[in-house]
Nanobody
């Protein structure tokens, strides 16, 4: 049974930083495409950052240069380093995993962690 557990969300002022963590069990983060998505009320969930099985990373245009996705195989954890945060980054952030080399339609989801950025 695959489980993804996010942590690291919270409240931060604009310009600040947060690092989200996604601890995986029942699967290996190095053998799955992984990603971070976010959602605000009334809007569709959007992909923020993804990492493929061969470590290719892709980012939403809105976070390029500010967010970095990475994984630690030894800890079986995926991270999202978020710098220069803006109020529009406020959302629930979800960790996701897929069974293909590149994450297109996630198979597994975490429960999410709230990120709130104040102006």
């Amino acid at each position: 049974q695959v489980q993804l557990v996010e942590s690291g969300g919270g409240f931060v002022q604009a310009g600040g930083s947060l690092r989200l963590s996604c601890a995986a069990s029942g699967t290996e983060v190095s053998r799955n495409a992984m990603g971070w998505y976010r959602q605000v009320p009334g809007k569709e969930r959007e992909a923020v950052a993804r990492i493929s099985t061969n470590a290719l990373t892709t980012y939403a245009d809105s976070v390029k240069g500010r967010f970095t996705i990475s994984r630690d195989s030894a800890k079986n954890t995926v991270y999202l380093q978020m710098n220069s945060l803006k109020p529009e980054d406020t959302a629930v952030y979800y960790c996701a995993a897929g069974t293909t080399a590149v994450l297109v339609r996630p198979t597994y989801w975490g429960r999410g962690t709230q990120v709130t950025v104040s102006s």
